[in-house]
């Protein structure tokens, strides 16, 4: 089955918001809903039932801190340029050195 995720993005955008001023509070000041969006649909790429909108939003909701920076760590080693991307992990953590 092929999930629709994107037809919920829109609908969705005030948990993005809230999840990304979340992370802001947290020290992530990079983090932006596009970052958010792409690594819940990440989290989500397995699964093979159906997701109604309302599990979709709780698992926004429900993103961690490490899972974000995991997917993130991912996506630089993955980029076609290293050093296209140099200083996005450190630009994130490194705010209040």
Request: hydrophobic share 40%; glycine share 4%.
């Amino acid at each position: 089955m092929i999930q629709q995720f994107d037809v919920w993005k829109e609908d969705v955008l005030p948990a993005l918001q809230s999840k990304v001023e979340e992370f802001h509070m947290l020290d992530y000041h990079q983090a932006t809903l596009e970052h958010i969006w792409n690594s819940v649909i990440y989290k989500l790429r397995k699964k093979k039932n159906y997701i109604h909108l309302h599990e979709f939003v709780n698992v926004i909701l429900t993103l961690r801190a490490p899972e974000y920076m995991n997917w993130l760590t991912v996506e630089n080693y993955n980029a076609t340029d290293w050093f296209a991307n140099e200083g996005v992990i450190e630009g994130i953590v490194g705010e209040n050195n």
